[in-house]
Every structure is written in C-alpha cells, then in structure tokens.
C-alpha cells in the first residue's frame, strides 16, 4: 500500500508541475502580446506626431496633404482635377437622376404646403 501512495504522491507532483509550467507559459505569452499591442499602439501614435511634425515644417495644411506627394524628399503636387475625377453618367443615368430631383422637389413643396396649412389653422 505505501508503494502505492508513493508512486501516486510522484505523479501528483509531476502533474502539479506540469501544470504550473503550463500556467506561466501562458501567462508569458499573455505579457508578450500586451507588450506588442502597446509597442505597435506607441509607433502608430510616434509616425502620426511625425507626421504632423513635417506638416507643419514644409507649411501644408491638411487639405493640401491630400493634393501633395512626397517624392525622394521633394514636394509634388497632384492636379486638383486629377482627384475629383467622377465616372461620366449615361443619358439614361441622366434622365433617372433628373426625375428622382424633380419627384424630390415635389414630395418637398408638397410638404411645405401642408406645414403652412396646418400652422395657419
């Protein structure tokens, strides 16, 4: 019988054990992605402020940033037309776009006269 105990003393132990091991490896991985998630939260927050930093040493707003390209250090700027290009519509898209305005419009001074109605009662 104390052989018994013994030998389930001995893998009680080493189940204890491993489990521990087991524990803190997965608390060390936990750590580690914290550590990323805060190293990658800190470089993203580090090139936005250096971001704004040469923004405001070349003297472009925002807005301009959209219309400017930095080229091996030089400023280029993009055409303004190059940006605001729209895909030209059909006739038919015309003509539906024309009568969803003109059906906007009525449903809208339809309103307006109900509204005028109802405030001069």
């Given amino acids: 019988m104390s052989k018994l105990r013994s030998k389930l003393k001995v893998t009680q132990k080493r189940k204890s054990r491993r489990e521990g091991v087991a524990k803190r490896k997965l608390e060390r991985i936990q750590k580690e992605q914290e550590e990323k998630s805060a190293a990658s939260e800190e470089q993203r927050i580090e090139a936005e402020v250096d971001d704004i930093i040469r923004r ?3 003297g472009i707003t925002e ?5 400017v390209k930095m080229v091996a250090g ?6 303004a037309l190059a940006q605001s290009k729209k895909k030209q519509l059909s006739r038919k898209q015309l ?12 449903i809208a001074s339809a309103q307006e006269k109900k509204i005028g109605r109802a405030t001069s009662e």
Avoid at 95 to 106: D, I, N, S, T, Y
């Fill in 56 to 58: 405001d040493a070349e």
């Fill in 95 to 106: 003509v539906r776009q024309e009568k969803h305005r003109e059906r906007g419009e009525a």
């Fill in 63 to 67: 807005e301009e940033e959209k219309t």
């Fill in 74 to 79: 030089l400023v280029v700027h993009r055409p």
